[in-house]
């Protein structure tokens, strides 16, 4: 998975079946190791994503507010 190829929905899509998997009850070990190690990434990549937009959202404000 390449990490800034996947947008945040995308992502987030991709936990929501990694979590539908894992409630299903049918993955062996090996999966649900796997699924565990996936999440993981896409978690991260989320949080990153949503600190990178919170810092522009941030820095755009801070601009506007020293133009007034």
């Known amino acids: ?7 945040y929905k995308e992502a987030i899509k991709q936990l929501e ?5 894992i409630e299903g009850d049918n993955l062996d070990v090996d999966e649900l190791s796997e ?3 996936v999440a993981t990434q896409l978690l991260k990549l989320c ?10 959202i ?5 601009g506007n507010k020293e133009e007034i």
């Open 35 to 37: 699924k565990v190690k």
């Open 47 to 56: 949080k990153e994503k949503l600190y990178n937009t919170e810092k522009d």
């Open 17 to 21: 079946n990694i979590l539908a998997d």
């Open 58 to 62: 941030q820095e755009i404000i801070s």
């Open 1 to 7: 998975m390449a990490k800034n190829q996947v947008s």
